[in-house]
């Protein structure tokens, strides 16, 4: 249930609604399923292996099953997993105060257009920014203190049932509004002239941070499995509950959309910018507004403690810090990292930053993590698990506990063959040094 948590997570309620939107839906939503089960779920079965076979952190477990050859791997992991701590932070401190908004009744008396604009506000906002993002850190800083199976697995069991729930009555609701048809025609219908090489990227990125591989994360936790544990049934069931939740949201956000005329394309803001217009017009706004965005914080938390666990039990392992000295420290400089990405919106820091680079600096971390980092991370593992790792260690590792042996051959044909080549050609098509659009033209 926490490896779930840290799956089921913002990218899945609400980043994978506002890049589906960003680039047309259709065609983006068939890459993010095709990328999920051909390259997201193997590189999870992959990490699981290595996490059980080194019960290490990604640093001292590429270390160690490389003979310190592929330590850079692991290196890279903790890179993506402050990066995306950093941005991810800030948009579960908005979390957070549309939770405490929604508690002192913010909608009351305001139009749709008006509890809209309130996101637009939030975001110019620097200090309050700032401290919401604090506070975010410093209770996922507090809940990994503690640990993970006394802090995270306990509230796991109770909290991810109740925010499922509340996505089921919510996408109940949306079958009632007169854009749900609509919405089922953006998300599902195919339309060839949406997507880009860059959506192909997002896609791929997308299906890796919602599954959280490429970061260190599902290898950190699968240096707590019991050797009993069944590795391709676990991943299969994560992988399917976190595209139920995925799915479930974007049918929830689209309906809305597509009711009141807003822009699919909203960005960042999408989620904040639509569900509380419906819960206006819903009885008891209050409490259940105020429900909801709790438990949206809820399950950033389960991602962010994963995140943050696996640069603890980095620096702890290569270090030999302390758990409360590492938790602190990291807490700290994942703040520092947050802070222009917090500022963002505000402009009162690196003023000249869109200019620049074209995206303010929140986007800048976002997409290169998503559209650059992740997927270079993911090809290098099924590079090390596929070829590298010993092949009685691997087999071992991914049939203890394992009843579906036959998943065994197919596996090791994704990972040395399929996901370096599809990542490979991606990469290099979104680098602009191939062109594979001119054999379809």
């Not at 059980?52 to 890179?79: H, I, K, N, Q, Y």
């Not at 997507?195 to 919602?210: D, N």
């Not at 994360?217 to 049934?233: A, F, L, Q």
């Not at 979104?430 to 594979?436: A, L, Q, V």
Request: aromatic share 16%.
């Amino acid at each position: 249930m926490a490896t779930a948590g840290s799956a089921v997570g913002l990218g899945s309620l609400w980043k994978f609604p506002y890049v589906t939107g960003e680039n047309g839906g259709g065609l983006f939503v068939l890459a993010y399923l095709v990328f999920t089960f051909l390259i997201g779920v193997p590189i999870f079965m992959g990490e699981l292996v290595i996490g059980r076979l080194a019960l290490a952190c990604p640093v001292g477990a590429f270390s160690e099953l490389s003979f310190r050859s592929w330590r850079f791997l692991g290196w890279l992991a903790a890179l993506a997993t402050l990066f995306v701590f950093s941005f991810y932070s800030v948009v579960a401190g908005w979390a957070l105060n549309y939770s405490l908004m929604s508690l002192l009744d913010y909608s009351a008396g305001k139009t749709s257009e008006e509890i809209r604009g309130v996101f637009d506000l939030l975001f110019t906002a620097a200090e309050i920014n700032l401290l919401w993002t604090l506070l975010f850190i410093g209770l996922t800083a507090g809940v990994v203190y503690k640990g993970i199976r006394k802090g995270i697995e306990f509230w796991s069991k109770i909290l991810m049932p109740l925010l499922f729930l509340s996505l089921i009555f919510l996408f109940i609701y949306s079958t009632t509004l007169e854009g749900f048809i609509h919405a089922l025609k953006f998300i599902f219908a195919p339309r060839a002239d949406q997507l880009t090489i860059e959506g192909l990227l997002e896609a791929l990125g997308l299906a890796c941070f919602t599954l959280s591989v490429g970061m260190g994360v599902i290898i950190t936790y699968g240096s707590y499995m019991k050797k009993n544990e069944n590795i391709p049934k676990t991943a299969l069931i994560i992988a399917l509950v976190n595209l139920f939740v995925s799915l479930i949201a974007a049918l929830v956000i689209f309906p809305i959309i597509f009711t009141f005329n807003f822009p699919s394309a909203e960005g960042p803001g999408l989620l904040f910018k639509t569900l509380p217009v419906v819960f206006a017009k819903l009885p008891g706004t209050l409490i259940i507004s105020t429900a909801f965005f709790l438990l949206v914080v809820f399950a950033a938390l389960t991602s962010t403690i994963s995140i943050m666990e696996v640069m603890v039990t980095t620096t702890t392992e290569v270090y030999g810090w302390s758990r409360g000295k590492a938790t602190i420290i990291i807490a700290g400089l994942s703040f520092l990292l947050a802070i222009p990405s917090a500022l963002s919106g505000s402009q009162t820091l690196f003023a000249n930053w869109v200019i620049l680079f074209g995206k303010n600096f929140f986007g800048t971390i976002d997409s290169f993590t998503f559209v650059w980092l992740l997927p270079i991370n993911v090809l290098c593992t099924a590079l090390f698990v596929g070829w590298w790792m010993q092949s009685n260690q691997r087999k071992k590792s991914f049939l203890e506990g394992c009843d579906w042996n036959y998943l065994y051959r197919p596996w090791i044909f994704l990972m040395r063959f399929v996901i370096p080549l599809a990542v490979i050609i991606i990469i290099l098509q979104g680098g602009g040094i191939i062109d594979m659009g001119r054999f379809f033209r």
